[in-house]
C-alpha cells in the first residue's frame, strides 16, 4: 500500500552537512520526497511534537536539543513508506541500529539519533498534519 510517512532530520544531522546523504538513502530506498521545507522550531512547537514523550525522563533534554538548530522536516510517500522508512533510519540507539542505517552511520547518541520518522499510519498522518498544509504536499 501507497503510504506517506513523516521524516526529520535533526540539528545534529543538519549541523553536520547531512541532509543530501540522508535524503539519498530515502530515495535509494524507493521514497520519493513529497514536500519539505527546513524550520528552526520554537521550544513550544518542539513540546507539542513530543507531547506524547512529555512524561520521559529525557523530555526537557529532547525538546531543548530539537530547537537546537534548524532541522528538515519532509513528507516520503511510498510503498510501506512508514516501515520502509523506520527500516532504514536504524534502531533508536544508534549503538544498537544495524549496519548500514542511517543512525548507526550518522547518530551521535540515543538522544541526538540524526533522525525521526514517524511510526504508524495513525501518528504519521497527525505528524504530516503538524508541518505541512495539504496543497504543500506534491504527490508524484
Ligand atoms: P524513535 O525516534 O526511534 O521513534 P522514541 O522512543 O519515539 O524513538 O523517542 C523519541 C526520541 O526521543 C528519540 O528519537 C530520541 O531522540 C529521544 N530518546 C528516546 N529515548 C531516549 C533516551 O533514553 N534518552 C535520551 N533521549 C531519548
Ligand atoms: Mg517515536
Known sequence: MIERT??????????????GEILKR???????????K????SAE??????AVHKERPFFASLTEYMCSGPILVSVLEGE??????REIMGA??????????????????V???????????????WEIVFFFKPDEIHSR
Open 80 to 85: 510501506a513508506a512508514i516501515s520502509k522508512n
Open 38 to 41: 527546513l524550520l528552526h522550531l
Open 92 to 109: 533508536t540507539d544508534p549503538a544498537k541500529a544495524a549496519p548500514g542505517t542511517i543512525r548507526r552511520d550518522w547518530g551521535k547518541d
Open 111 to 125: 538522544e541526538k539519533n540524526a533522525v525521526h520518522g514517524s511510526d504508524a499510519p495513525q501518528t504519521a498522518q
Open 45 to 50: 512547537q518542539a513540546g507539542a511534537f513530543y
Open 6 to 19: 513523516l521524516s526529520i532530520i535533526k540539528p545534529d544531522a543538519v549541523a553536520r552537512g547531512l541532509i
Open 26 to 36: 530515502c530515495e535509494a530506498a524507493g521514497l520519493k520526497i513529497v514536500a519539505a
